[in-house]
């Protein structure tokens, strides 16, 4: 399959080489020096989802785990009375994961030479040595569980492998290891440890798997039943607050104090922000620049006669040029448009073909947000509806050049995030956020704004000890090759606001690390395990 259009990606490669051990900021020669305050450090515990088992570079590895944010805290808090800190750590740094042999999720991404010549993320070859069903023993004060949903972490049988076989999906991979029994819930095992503290990072996953399809999933607000959803779906904001508030209070039993963290923004990680809206080149299109503003030259007069001029395309002969994509928020005018190019002179067939291709079809806009995972669809052919064209009758040649994405065949949904969805995102977040700072006042617990900060660091960056950590992807220091989960060096940032907010709550004085020791870096290989 050609590939039509080329992405160059500046990245350094210098990779600092640090310890995962960090640095602080004053000595602790004097022990009283540093106070836990009113709060009980002795047995901290962790519960969320990948951000807080330190999932990153779209994997779950050794060393993602070792500078998770809970782990960079627990090594804060031993300095003020705080205990041992245990994590169910992978069997390697490569990720992935086995059931039964089989590698059923994919390695860690490494910044690789790919065959366009430049660097690219690259899955990191070798084969998994993680077995889920070798189910590990004893308890965890890191109860992160990758891809969790608030709902599920009070799911009986989430870490029960057979329901992995179900349809949909029951349980959890990564709790199926590490599980204390195949019916027990996350939040049944994090209570059973007694926690004297802990912090809950959870919720995410309610509306990140909306986001990262592209807005395939389901709004469910207005439904109750969490049993209905699918796995893109968002979550409604009532059913979040319920099993929220009973997460904080079952946490709470125990605990001397706590940590909530809200929900960041995902419309603004690299994720959604990498790809830009107008990445086609008359380079990339060459010759056929000229035959493809003759096709829509003629669709542009049909829209205007439709009254929906500002649906026209046009690709530009001196500058980048905006992506073609699907709207499903645009009324579908396919009927009327394949009268009005009949009424125009062409053939039925040919006509009925526009019509049904571009009846909801538009340019992209800087208001749209082209996803990180589309960047190796556009310009290619998609060679489904090349099928679909030649079974309608059209000869081959013609159906390729039909069926460009981004070009002559409009981005799917998957492939871009457009206004509508993306407010639907910012509604049921700000509500979902709403909640966890109202539970953490009427509790009297700490309270981490993380949407702020994180989007601090998309605008223009937030200063740490050694310099500026932004969300350019790659470069920027915060986020991971995924462009989701952040670096170790993105944690640290978080742990700091945690140990920030912490401190101005109970009155410790625990001390923050120092962010420049952590790896902002992407991991660069060979592409092969090292």
Same mark, same amino acid.
């Given at each position: 399959?050609?590939?039509?259009?080329?992405?160059? =990606?500046?990245?350094?490669?210098?990779?600092?080489?640090?310890?995962?051990?960090?640095?602080?900021?004053?000595?602790?020669?004097?022990?009283?020096?540093?106070?836990?305050?009113?709060?009980?450090?002795?047995?901290?515990?962790?519960?969320?989802?990948?951000?807080?088992?330190?999932?990153?570079?779209?994997?779950?590895?050794?060393?993602?785990?070792?500078?998770?944010?809970?782990?960079?805290?627990?090594?804060? @808090?031993?300095?003020?009375?705080?205990?041992?800190?245990? $994590?169910?750590?992978?069997?390697?740094?490569?990720?992935?994961?086995?059931?039964?042999?089989?590698?059923?999720?994919?390695?860690?991404?490494?910044?690789?030479?790919?065959?366009?010549?430049?660097?690219?993320?690259?899955?990191? $070859?070798?084969?998994?040595?993680?077995?889920?069903?070798?189910?590990?023993?004893?308890?965890?004060?890191?109860?992160?569980?990758?891809?969790?949903?608030?709902?599920?972490?009070?799911?009986?049988?989430?870490?029960?492998?057979?329901?992995?076989?179900?349809?949909?999906?029951?349980?959890?991979? #990564? @709790?199926?290891?590490?599980?204390?029994?195949?019916?027990? *819930?996350?939040?049944?095992?994090?209570?059973?440890?007694?926690?004297?503290?802990?912090?809950?990072?959870?919720? &995410?996953?309610?509306?990140?798997?909306?986001?990262?399809?592209?807005?395939?999933?389901?709004?469910?607000?207005?439904?109750?039943?969490?049993?209905? #959803? &699918?796995?893109?779906?968002?979550?409604?904001?009532?059913?979040?607050?319920?099993?929220?508030?009973?997460?904080?209070?079952?946490?709470?039993?125990?605990?001397?104090?706590?940590?909530?963290?809200?929900?960041?923004?995902?419309?603004?990680?690299?994720?959604?922000?990498?790809?830009? @809206?107008?990445?086609?080149?008359?380079?990339?299109?060459?010759?056929?620049? =000229?035959?493809?503003?003759?096709?829509?030259?003629?669709?542009?007069?049909?829209?205007?006669?439709?009254?929906?001029?500002?649906?026209?395309?046009?690709?530009?002969?001196?500058?980048?040029?905006?992506?073609?994509?699907?709207?499903?928020?645009?009324?579908?005018?396919?009927?009327?448009?394949?009268?009005?190019?009949?009424?125009?002179?062409?053939?039925?067939?040919?006509?009925?073909?526009?019509?049904?291709?571009?009846? $909801?079809?538009?340019?992209? *806009?800087?208001?749209?947000?082209?996803?990180?995972?589309?960047?190796?669809?556009?310009?290619?052919?998609?060679?489904?509806?090349? $099928?679909?064209?030649?079974?309608?009758?059209?000869?081959?040649?013609?159906?390729?050049?039909?069926?460009?994405?981004?070009?002559?065949?409009?981005?799917?949904?998957?492939?871009?995030?457009?206004?509508?969805?993306?407010?639907?995102?910012?509604?049921?977040?700000?509500?979902?956020?709403? *909640?966890?700072?109202?539970?953490?006042?009427?509790?009297?617990?700490?309270?981490?704004?993380?949407?702020?900060?994180?989007?601090?660091?998309?605008?223009?960056?937030?200063?740490?000890?050694?310099?500026?950590?932004?969300?350019?992807?790659?470069?920027?220091?915060? @986020?991971?090759?995924?462009?989701?989960?952040?670096?170790?060096?993105?944690?640290?940032?978080?742990?700091?606001?945690?140990?920030?907010?912490?401190?101005?709550?109970?009155?410790?004085?625990?001390?923050?690390?120092?962010?420049? *020791?952590?790896?902002?870096?992407?991991?660069?290989?060979?592409?092969?395990?090292?």
């Amino acid at each position: 399959m050609k590939n039509y259009i080329k992405y160059i =990606t500046a990245v350094t490669l210098g990779v600092a080489l640090v310890s995962c051990e960090p640095e602080f900021d004053k000595s602790v020669e004097d022990g009283d020096y540093y106070s836990s305050g009113e709060a009980d450090f002795s047995n901290y515990v962790a519960l969320g989802n990948s951000l807080t088992a330190g999932f990153a570079d779209n994997a779950l590895y050794i060393q993602g785990q070792q500078n998770s944010y809970p782990n960079i805290l627990a090594q804060q @808090f031993k300095l003020v009375g705080g205990g041992e800190f245990t $994590q169910p750590l992978m069997s390697d740094n490569i990720g992935g994961l086995l059931l039964n042999g089989e590698q059923i999720t994919n390695t860690k991404l490494i910044l690789d030479v790919g065959a366009s010549g430049s660097p690219a993320p690259t899955n990191i $070859q070798g084969t998994p040595s993680t077995e889920i069903t070798n189910t590990l023993s004893g308890s965890f004060n890191n109860m992160g569980v990758p891809g969790a949903k608030s709902y599920e972490l009070l799911a009986p049988g989430y870490g029960n492998a057979a329901g992995l076989q179900a349809e949909p999906k029951t349980a959890n991979p #990564y @709790f199926v290891r590490f599980r204390s029994s195949a019916e027990t *819930t996350v939040l049944k095992d994090a209570v059973a440890q007694n926690p004297t503290f802990f912090s809950l990072w959870i919720g &995410n996953n309610d509306v990140l798997g909306y986001a990262t399809s592209g807005g395939v999933g389901v709004n469910q607000t207005g439904n109750l039943d969490p049993k209905t #959803y &699918n796995r893109n779906d968002i979550t409604d904001p009532n059913v979040f607050a319920n099993f929220y508030s009973q997460e904080v209070e079952a946490l709470t039993a125990s605990a001397s104090g706590g940590v909530l963290i809200n929900i960041p923004d995902v419309a603004a990680t690299p994720f959604f922000t990498r790809i830009p @809206f107008d990445p086609i080149t008359p380079a990339a299109l060459g010759d056929r620049i =000229t035959q493809l503003n003759q096709t829509y030259a003629q669709l542009n007069q049909a829209f205007a006669f439709i009254g929906v001029p500002e649906r026209s395309i046009q690709f530009s002969t001196t500058g980048p040029s905006a992506v073609v994509i699907q709207d499903e928020s645009l009324t579908d005018i396919s009927e009327q448009l394949t009268q009005v190019l009949m009424a125009g002179g062409l053939p039925q067939t040919q006509a009925t073909i526009y019509g049904m291709q571009y009846g $909801q079809a538009r340019q992209a *806009t800087e208001n749209d947000l082209i996803l990180l995972t589309s960047q190796s669809a556009i310009g290619t052919v998609n060679t489904e509806r090349v $099928q679909e064209l030649v079974g309608l009758g059209v000869p081959q040649e013609l159906a390729g050049q039909l069926s460009i994405n981004g070009v002559s065949y409009p981005m799917e949904d998957q492939h871009v995030l457009i206004p509508a969805e993306q407010e639907e995102i910012a509604t049921v977040t700000a509500t979902y956020n709403a *909640t966890i700072e109202a539970i953490a006042t009427s509790k009297g617990l700490a309270f981490v704004d993380a949407n702020t900060l994180l989007n601090n660091v998309a605008n223009g960056g937030v200063m740490y000890d050694g310099g500026i950590i932004t969300s350019e992807f790659a470069t920027g220091g915060a @986020f991971s090759l995924d462009g989701i989960h952040l670096t170790p060096r993105g944690y640290a940032v978080i742990a700091n606001k945690i140990i920030e907010e912490v401190n101005e709550t109970y009155n410790a004085t625990v001390p923050k690390v120092n962010v420049g *020791t952590y790896r902002g870096d992407p991991a660069i290989g060979s592409g092969v395990m090292e």
